[in-house]
């Protein structure tokens, strides 16, 4: 095993939640033992399949949630399971469930049942709510969460760009993502207590909480002075509306633009560079001189010159040119990338991102899906193993946990 959490163990009971949270622990070298009833986990039945083919083995989905991960079946509902779901969990440093509020409980399977037999154990437990308050028993997808959260109130095009348009939700759940790193930091953080103490503790990792502490400005606004942000096109919404940060280059593809004219250095180095090819011939004029006069929101007529002249200078070059030169610049600007540009990134190539992954239908015929966004220098990353068949390592696991024989 390598990872810097190698030897960590983890017991988790996740649908489509809170797996993510298993996962980055799994990544970074825990031993992971996801635990699903006789079915299978509901994760198992998010498409897409292999070759279009449902099957609990064969979700690409889950395929990428679930590697470096075991897998062991049991039934809670049976005495059998129950009992030894709550040895496992004992036997963890881990235990990471998204059941509904009181639901491991009502089996005799929950943190109070196993807490008293494992004083050091860390159990959070993930939910849409929470395990208190109004909301607790309500349900939520991760459309559901990201909409009561906020976040999705924030994110889509500005009714002057499109009227009356709604509000969009960020696909890939987000949402659900989102509470899952909540929910690991919370994890660490009560390991490092644990280091200390000795003892554990119960996390309650609300997901409409996590969720609601990531919508950016909007929350200070409101808090500060009772203001909702605007929804803006292609760029962060805000108290006011900014300038355009999208333009379309001479070769139809989108540029983003970012942070034209804030401070002097990066003016002058824009300006040279319009000039030098015959735009922008006023910036000379003492006007443009002064920072606040070049911010589009403060309305000013430099501003609107400025952008206006900016889109004609994009308009007049290929993307990749805007792209190229504006870096050279040191101007945070890029490329608005389609899905299969960014799949086929020579850079992440060169970084060593993919990982190769085989399953039921795909054997000898891997697929390629994102490793990790990160680089431990003495504790590398690995793909140890890939998401586990239904119940594949239930023997296997009840031995070297429990000492059970197979």
Sequence with gaps: MSGPLAGLRVVERCGALGQYAGKLLADMGADVVKVEPPGGSEARAIGPFVDDVPGPNRSLNFWYFNTNKRSVVLDLAEPDGAATWRELAAA????????????????????????????????????????????AEYEATDMVALALGGAMMMNGYDPEDAEEAPPIRGHG??????????????????????????????????????????????LPYWFTQRVNVIRQTGRHAAATRTERWLYRAGDGRWVLVFGVGRDNASWKRIKEWFQSEGFGLQFDEPRFDDPLNRQAARGSPEAAEIFAELGRFIAAHTAEEVYRGGQERRQAWGIVRSPEEALFDPHWDDRGFWAEVEGEGREGRPVRMPGAPYRFGATPWEL????????EHTGEVLAEWLGRET
């Design 92 to 135: 963890a440093d881990v235990v990471i469930e998204d059941g509904r509020p009181g639901e491991l409980d009502r089996l005799g399977a929950g943190y109070r049942a196993v807490a008293p037999q494992a004083p050091g154990l860390i159990w959070c437990a993930m939910t849409p709510f929470g395990q208190d308050g109004p909301w």
């Design 173 to 218: 759940d987000q949402g659900y993502l989102t509470a899952c790193h909540y929910a690991v930091q919370g994890i660490l953080a009560a390991l490092l207590w644990r280091d200390r103490t000795g003892e554990g503790q119960f996390i309650d990792c609300s997901a409409h909480e996590a969720i609601s502490s990531t919508t950016e400005v909007a």
């Design 384 to 391: 140890r193993r890939p998401a586990p068949k239904l119940g």
